[in-house]
């Protein structure tokens, strides 16, 4: 887990996030608490998010999980380097995550990664822009191909995405806009058809 980026030295959980944690390892039997692992981690990375805007895990946030649970860190590391839902450096306030497997690369990924790149000034995936405000990623299917193709930001989807529509919702929040609703930015109502409900087009009334 070699770094350039400045290392933490210690990291504590707060006082609202240790109740989390507590609450978390009671999850399990006596003996088992490693099976909070994934939790933990996610406390602590969004913490690192709200305090210092980057939401990332510091081995020192690492460490403090390890020493919680009572396992040994290279438990702890093995677990936070094989998902990549943990970023083990930091990350721009918007991390954007492009999925460009065969669903949404038949549907036009390659646009959205044109378009980040594009208003983010980002050229390769892994880099986080200048501004600090965007990291750009390539991941693997995000589960939503009925409205591919998918950009994941921060915790939030957004369906049926093209190059326009992405160039716009970046423009938003480098203007500081708030993120819209997550789903579908074209309009289609849940995993409904895009052109619309093709049966039950009608609504029942009360007591029917």
Not at 11 to 32: D, H, Q, S
Not at 136 to 163: H, I, R, S, T, W
């Amino acid at each position: 887990m070699s770094s350039t980026h400045a290392e933490p030295t210690n990291f504590a959980f707060t006082e609202a996030n240790m109740k989390l944690v507590e609450k978390a390892i009671r999850k399990y039997p006596e003996g088992r608490q490693m099976s909070a692992v994934k939790s933990l981690l996610d406390l602590a990375q969004r913490q690192m998010g709200v305090e210092t805007g980057s939401a990332w895990l510091p081995r020192a946030a690492m460490d403090k999980v390890a020493e919680i649970l009572g396992v040994a860190p290279i438990r702890v590391y093995e677990v936070a380097t094989f998902y990549t839902m943990f970023n083990l450096e930091p990350v721009g306030k918007f991390h954007l995550q492009v999925c460009t497997t065969t669903p949404c690369w038949l549907r036009g990924s390659d646009d959205i990664v044109s378009a980040c790149k594009k208003v983010s000034g980002i050229k390769h995936f892994g880099e986080t822009s200048a501004d600090g405000l965007f990291t750009l990623k390539e991941v693997e299917c995000l589960g939503a191909c009925v409205n591919a193709p998918v950009l994941q930001v921060n915790d939030d989807y957004f369906e049926d995405m093209d190059a326009e529509r992405t160039q716009a919702l970046l423009e938003d929040l480098k203007a500081g806009k708030p993120l819209p609703p997550a789903g579908s930015l074209g309009g289609r109502e849940s995993s409904a058809p895009a052109p619309g409900p093709t049966t039950l087009l009608s609504k029942p009334t009360a007591g029917e």
